[in-house]
């Protein structure tokens, strides 16, 4: 099975929970990438459930409302029943690096808005420990060189994602091999930098569910909360 088809799949898992899950029309939190997308185009389906939808991209609130799907944004939505995204990697603690699509930032904030959090992704994304991918942080342009060294003393080597602004008119770096095998404490730190907007570890706000599509089917992983 190709990518893309495990794609559809982990979304087609999502929608089915969604319809277990509420009987009620819902605020849906929309995420943004290529296994969001499937998951957009199937929205149609449950149509008569969403009251709402609030997505974290430009791109994937204009394909929400190409397919007539309403869009609100968080300000006039109030919080949000459950968020539903992609990964660029998860743990076991479902815990994630987002933001290959540079949508990080407003990722984080509708993720922390959403009661639910579920996240999409097809097998590839599962990692013991996050890292391999490069981590991608939001930065206030003036602020770039400065923060690249700040990362750089932290141990990572930043790259500038250059022709990339993100849809709050700011840069990406992609930060390459920092250790993160203990995510919350350095998603912390990197949020202190003077400079950062948001870096994409998803630490703090882990997802509550995954779905996880490879060629034996779709794992779903559900986060154990700790008291
Ligand atoms: C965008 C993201 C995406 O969720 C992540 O990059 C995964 O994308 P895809 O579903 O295309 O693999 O964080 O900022």
Known sequence: ????????????????????????????????????????????????????????????????????????????????DVYVDGADEINGALEMIKGGGAALTREKIIAGASEHFICIADQSKRVSELGAFPLPVEVIPIARSHVARLLADLGGTPVWREGVITDNGNVVLDVHGLRLNEPGPVEALINQMVGVVTNGIFAHRPADDAFLAGSAGVQRMTREIRS
Do not use: H, W
Request: proline fraction near 4%; aromatic fraction near 2%; charged fraction near 30%.
């Open 1 to 80: 099975m190709d990518q893309s088809a495990l794609k559809e799949l982990a979304a087609r898992a999502a929608v089915d929970a969604i319809k277990d899950r509420y009987d009620k029309e819902i605020a849906l939190g929309i995420g943004t990438g290529s296994t969001a997308e499937c998951f957009i185009k199937m929205l149609p389906e449950i149509k008569d459930r969403i009251e709402v939808t609030v997505a974290s991209s430009e791109r994937s609130a204009a394909l929400l409302a190409e397919l007539d799907i309403p869009v609100s944004d968080l300000n006039a939505s109030g919080p949000l």
